[in-house]
Each structure stands twice: as C-alpha cells, then as structure tokens.
C-alpha cells in the first residue's frame, strides 16, 4: 500500500480497471432510473441509455460524508498515512463539502481537492495526482498536480434532449463547454459533422502542442466520437488522443445523445 491513498468518486467517468491500475478508491455515485436503483458496474450502459432515449428519467446522488468517510477508513485501514481526496466542482456539486466534513473525523489526514472540472476532467486530475505520488510524491504534490491540471483544462460538447440541470436542456443539437461553474451554449450546429468540425476548431492548439480526450454517451454517438478522435489526432500540434465512455452518473445530465472533448497543454 502506498503511504498516500487516492480517493474519487464515479463521476470522475475512470474505468474500474483504470481505477484499480491507478490504486485509487473510486465510490459509486448513486443513479436511480425511473426510481429505481442503477448500478452501472453491473448493468449494461447501453440500456441505461435506450431507457432515457425512451423517455425513462434518471437522477444521482453524490456519495455522503458517511460513504467518504468509510473510505478513508479503509485507506487508513490499508496502512496509508494520508489520503487525497479528488471531486468535480464544488459549485455545481456537494460531493467537496461531503468530503471535507468527512475529513474532519478521518484517522488520517485528508487533503480534499475541488478541481473546477467535471466528468473524465475529473479522471484525468486523478491521474495527475496519481502520477505524482507514483513518482514519490507526498500529498501536498499530489493535490497541486490535480488541481494544476483542473486549471488548464478545457472542454467542449454536443448535446441534444438533454433533461436539464446541469446541462441545459436543448431540442436540436447544441455545443457547450463547461468552464466557470456551469455549461454555456456556444452555437448549434446543424448536424453531427458539423458538431465535429466545431469541436474540433476549438481544440486546435496554438504555440503549445495539447492533449486530448475524446468520449461518447450513447453507442449511436461513438461514430461521431471516433470522427473527433481522427479529426484531432491528424491535426498539428496534438501529441495522444485517447476515448472514454460517459457512465451514467454523468449520462443522467447529458442524455444518451452526447459526445465531446477534454484537451490540455502538454508541452
């Protein structure tokens, strides 16, 4: 056991084995559909998302001060000496608040990191964090190298029938980007291919060469996602692209019918 145990939670969008490669506790969030229960580490994704398509209505919940603090129970229990605790942004979500106040009664020292982010933004700051303590790094360089990352982030993707909430909720196909707190329409595209070059245009770098990260919701989305990641990785300048899946703790605000992008500068 490492002497800094990670700790996130499923919106974070990591795989359960990318979760347990990385040695990082990730709790679920929990997602009801049509009021009742979804667990999306045992049920199929694709009908989650066939249900919202036809109309069934999803909710989550973020894990509670109680659920972290068994976590860190846990860590400590494994023989960790501090746990840093990695979560979307704290203005659109209380998963921060549950953690810190679980980190007032925690054996150990938790270090609680709010990354301004949201969805496989998430993800990638816990492997930031990750990296670092890989490389022998205490907490305190774990959590700058999470909330580094959050901070240069960028985002942007295409929506349609959306429920509403986090994402608003649109009837034709809409492209936002998440930054300051909440996902703002830039345009509406009048296609898919047109979401792509859009996309696309966003991400092109300029004097830094980036990153990027590239997902999709529904599996009738994937080819518009794969069209992205080509897009991306033929143009100058983007050094790796690699593809998510959007679970359905992020899927229940997006709708079935959503695709996009994370990038970062990598120089």
Known sequence: MTPVAICTDSSSLLSASAAASLGVEMLPVAVTLDGEPFDERTS???????????????TTSQPSPADLADAYGRAAARGAQ???????????????????????????????????????????CVRAA???????????????????????????????????????????WTLLSYANGAASRISQPSSLSEGVEEIASHAVPGDTPISAAVGHASR???????????????????????????????????????????WWPTP
């Open 130 to 172: 990750a990296l670092a303590v890989a490389t022998g790094g205490a907490p305190g360089d774990a959590a700058r190298a999470a909330s580094r990352l959050g901070g240069v982030l960028r985002n942007a993707f295409v929506t349609r029938g959306g429920p509403g909430g986090r994402v608003p909720a649109t009837s034709s």
């Open 220 to 262: 009738e989305l994937e080819a518009a996602a794969d069209e992205l990641a080509h897009r991306l990785l033929a143009a100058e300048g983007v050094l790796t692209v690699e593809r998510y899946r959007v679970g359905a703790s992020v899927g229940a605000h997006t709708g079935p019918d959503s695709f996009g992008a994370f």
């Open 82 to 124: 501090a746990v840093v605790s990695i979560h979307l942004d704290s203005r659109i979500s209380g998963t921060v608040s549950s953690a810190e106040l679980a980190a007032l009664s925690a054996a150990l020292p938790v270090q609680v990191v709010d990354t301004r982010t949201v969805s496989f933004g998430v993800g990638l």
């Open 44 to 58: 199929s994704l694709d009908w989650f998302y066939e249900r919202l398509r036809a109309g069934a209505t999803a």
